[in-house]
């Protein structure tokens, strides 16, 4: 069997799963409460599909802040 292959998310599907504005989601980030992106080209960053499922369980999910 082949491992699963990570899926990378852009910015609107992030923002689709975890509902908040872009302007909030790049002040996450900056003082760490959102996951860095990984920069796939140029002008070009993604998220990793796990590092966002794991953030909207910790945070949405129920779990504890």
Known sequence: ME?????????KE???V???SKS????????GRYPKPYKLGAKTVAWR???ISKLV???L???AE
């Open 3 to 11: 491992p699963k292959k990570e899926r990378f998310l852009r910015m």
């Open 24 to 31: 909030t989601w790049w002040a996450g980030i900056k003082t």
């Open 49 to 51: 599909e796990s590092d």
């Open 18 to 20: 975890y509902p908040v």
């Open 14 to 16: 992030v923002l689709t």
């Open 57 to 59: 369980e910790q945070t």
């Open 61 to 63: 999910g129920g779990g």
